[in-house]
């Protein structure tokens, strides 16, 4: 497994602010992902974040909006830029643990967002 | 498209008795599933994966079954604890590792 690390743990933002969240992992890994969860909902993948590389963002979701960094193999930022009201979710980095033919994703404790 | 589904949105059981959370799956190329249970106000927790090489698997007091005929999945706990309430979601994937997820169903236990 790994131990994964977010910050902040919560935060209430203004509408048409931004908000940078961290992720910080205790190990190398190579792939991480953002998940976002609505409250009362199941989560959604937003981009999955490979260090080397661009973000590969899932449909619904664009890099104006979100975007990521990935400066090395333990640590990724997640932007909710121009934030509103239905950006209030709850925020999630994964990473993926394993050697291949047997990994598994293991979640942060996520951000909670809520936008005024 | 392709989706996973839980077939119950809450369960509820009594202290001690075992509970089964059961998912369907839509994706047939789908080759590994997981089972993660989310507390309040902390991130899901990972607690057992199955491969589609497998129809059972066991863990400590949870036994993961998975059916590939009619894309079935369940849970069983064993024993069920008060800790154990929670939501939980099942998950699955592909060669691409992302993850898609059901919509989660709250287990409650009852004392």
């Known amino acids: 497994s790994a131990v994964i690390s977010q910050k902040p743990s919560r935060d209430i933002c203004q509408r048409g602010t931004s908000l940078t969240i961290q992720c910080q992992v205790d190990s190398q890994v190579t792939m991480m992902f953002w998940y976002r969860q609505q409250p009362g909902q199941s989560l959604t993948l937003i981009a999955t974040?490979?260090?080397?590389?661009?973000?590969?963002?899932e449909s619904g979701f664009v890099i104006d909006k979100f975007p990521i960094s990935r400066p090395n193999l333990t640590f990724s930022t997640l932007t909710v830029s121009n934030m509103s009201p239905e950006d209030s979710s709850i925020y999630l980095c994964?990473?993926?643990?394993?050697?291949?033919?047997?990994?598994?994703?293991?979640f942060g404790p996520g951000t909670r967002l809520t936008v005024l | 498209g392709e989706s996973v589904g839980l077939h119950l949105p809450t369960l509820s059981v009594q202290e001690g008795d075992n509970s089964i959370i059961n998912c369907a799956y839509s994706n047939s190329a789908s080759d590994y599933f997981i089972w993660y249970k989310q507390e309040s106000g902390k991130g899901p927790q990972f607690i057992i994966d199955i491969r589609s090489n497998m129809d059972k698997r066991q863990g400590q007091r949870v036994t993961v079954l998975l059916n590939k005929t009619v894309k079935h999945l369940s849970l069983q706990i064993a024993a069920t604890q008060p800790g154990d309430s929670a939501v939980y979601f099942c998950?699955?994937?592909?060669?691409?590792?992302?993850?898609?997820f059901g919509k989660g169903i709250t287990l409650s236990v009852r004392p």
């Open positions: 974040a490979n260090q080397g590389s661009e973000a590969t963002y």
């Open positions: 994964s990473v993926e643990v394993g050697t291949s033919g047997r990994t598994s994703q293991f």
């Open positions: 998950a699955e994937t592909g060669a691409n590792s992302k993850l898609t």
